[in-house]
């Protein structure tokens, strides 16, 4: 049996779930490809792409071992007998289904990439997140050589989310893997579950048709997304009526049914995936003719863009409805903790936002500054600090944007005492200390909890 496996598509997937199985299956050689040559020379440097804790160990066990990278990626299709294919899968920006609708054209290319190179028969796994159904496309595609090879397609999607992506991967809740159900399709998933099974306990791997476990992807990020507009949605309750979110969700989270999870107020999700598959998902209701389920779904995202909103109003109004010429220290630009992911971040869309009523910004995030310079190239207003400290100084005010641990740690006296006055700290993760910042004489604005002013 070939025991060669292809990942093509180097990136936040690609590389770390390569590396992990990599590193639990031993007698397999894995080969990750992509037609970036510069995120293929990271992933072969001291320095890998991106970042995400412990991923460098994993990496640096298994690279040269059983772990390759590459971009010759005719080379590895014909070499490989199984090949994930980990390619992006964005919201399409023209024709039809523009704004909603995944562009598979990546996709499309990597499954004509795979007929032309190929010589023997070969799985083909989605490890992309697809619109449901797509296999049904990419067999289509596959099935069309003329070489008279068979291409068995198998959905397993990835559900590691960044931040926590190594530990996730090794330890996953569940592994999906859904194929045709045929006996052809049924030897690809049994294929497939013979890697997991290295690592995984069988009963947290589920096989599924096809179609269920595309639509399984979509469907946990939609409901992880609406979790966390619900819980924003009642934040903004909470700051109308003196209820405190952390208060409501804990009491909510202690209802099994619910469970306490994802129940933190926040300024809206980001990350490359929940804004672009749930938009997917509305696309995918109302091709099928499903309108009132599309409209229940696009409200999460309405929330989530309002919460940014709603957040930045917040910051003009308390500080005396003008904030022009004002200094805004930022803290955090990842869209969350422990990456330097910045993809759909709501720093991003609210730092423009601040920037529309020329506030002056000085941005800071322990991971993602280069991410941040390319997010606002252009910009007028911006400066980049590598130190908070910097940042802060002679700003009028805090914006927490990301809920990186070690802004806790900073010495708030020291920044208070630097930044112009009245000093006021807006926490949009609800992260630091807001009754001690307050002792020390901030204005401190958390998010769904009471305000502690000294103006009012
Ligand atoms: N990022 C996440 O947390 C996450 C989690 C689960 C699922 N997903 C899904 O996984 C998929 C990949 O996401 P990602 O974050 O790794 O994307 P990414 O943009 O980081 O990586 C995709 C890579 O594919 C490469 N690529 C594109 N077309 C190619 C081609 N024809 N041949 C070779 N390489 C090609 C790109 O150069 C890029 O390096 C998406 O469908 C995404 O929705 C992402």
């Not at 770390?16 to 490809?33: L, N």
């Not at 409901?223 to 109308?240: F, G, I």
């Not at 000085?362 to 400066?383: C, F, S, T, Y």
Request: glycine content about 8%.
């Amino acid at each position: 049996m070939n025991k060669t496996i292809l990942c093509i598509g180097a990136g936040y997937v690609g590389g770390p779930t390569m590396a992990v199985i990599a590193d639990k299956c031993p007698e397999y050689k894995v080969i990750v490809a992509d037609i970036n040559a510069a995120r293929i020379a990271g992933w072969q440097s001291d320095r890998l792409p991106i970042y995400e804790p412990g991923l460098e160990e994993v990496v640096k066990r298994v690279r040269g071992r059983n772990l390759f990278f590459t971009t010759d990626i005719f080379g590895s299709i014909k070499e490989a007998g199984m090949i994930f294919v980990s390619v992006n899968t964005p919201t399409k920006t023209f024709g039809a289904g523009a704004g909603k609708a995944a562009d598979l054209q990546f996709w499309e290319k990597t499954a004509r990439d795979i007929i032309e190179y190929s010589e023997d028969d070969k799985i083909v796994i989605e490890k992309s997140t697809l619109p449901v159904r797509t296999a049904a496309a990419m067999q289509r595609i596959l099935s069309s050589n003329t070489k008279g090879l068979k291409f068995e397609v198998v959905s397993n999607p990835e559900f590691m989310a960044e931040g926590t992506a190594v530990d996730d991967l090794q330890n996953p809740d569940r592994v999906l893997i859904g194929g045709m159900e045929t006996p052809s399709g049924a030897a690809a998933i049994q294929r497939v579950v013979d890697i997991y099974l290295h690592w995984v306990p069988r009963e947290r791997i589920k096989t599924t048709n096809l179609w269920s476990s595309e639509l399984s992807k979509l469907a946990a990020n939609a409901m992880l997304a609406q979790r966390v507009s619900s819980v924003n949605s009642l934040s903004a309750l909470c700051e109308a009526t003196d209820a405190n979110i952390s208060e409501v969700s804990a009491a909510m989270g202690l209802d099994s049914r619910i469970g306490g999870k994802f129940l933190k107020a926040g300024v809206g999700f980001g990350g490359s995936c929940f804004k672009k598959d749930i938009l997917n998902l509305v696309y995918l209701c109302e091709f099928y003719g499903l309108p009132e389920v599309a409209a229940y779904w696009e409200q999460v995202v309405r929330i989530n863009d309002y919460q940014q909103s709603r957040f930045v109003g917040k910051m003009v109004r308390q500080m005396f409805n003008t904030i022009a010429d004002k200094r805004i220290a930022i803290f955090g630009f990842a869209f969350k903790a422990d990456t330097g992911d910045t993809r759909e971040s709501p720093a991003i869309h609210i730092c423009r936002l601040l920037l529309a009523e020329h506030a002056r910004l000085a941005i800071h995030d322990p991971q993602a500054l280069a991410n941040a310079r390319i997010d606002l190239a252009g910009a007028e207003g911006v400066e980049y600090c590598s130190d908070p400290y910097e940042a802060a100084r002679g700003a009028h005010a805090i914006a927490v944007l990301t809920d990186w641990r070690e802004f806790r740690e900073l010495d708030y006296r020291k920044i208070f005492d630097e930044m112009a006055q009245p000093a006021f700290i807006f926490d949009g993760r609800n992260l630091l200390d807001h009754a001690a910042l307050y002792e020390l004489g901030f204005n401190v604005y958390p998010l769904g909890r009471r305000a502690l002013s000294h103006l009012e």
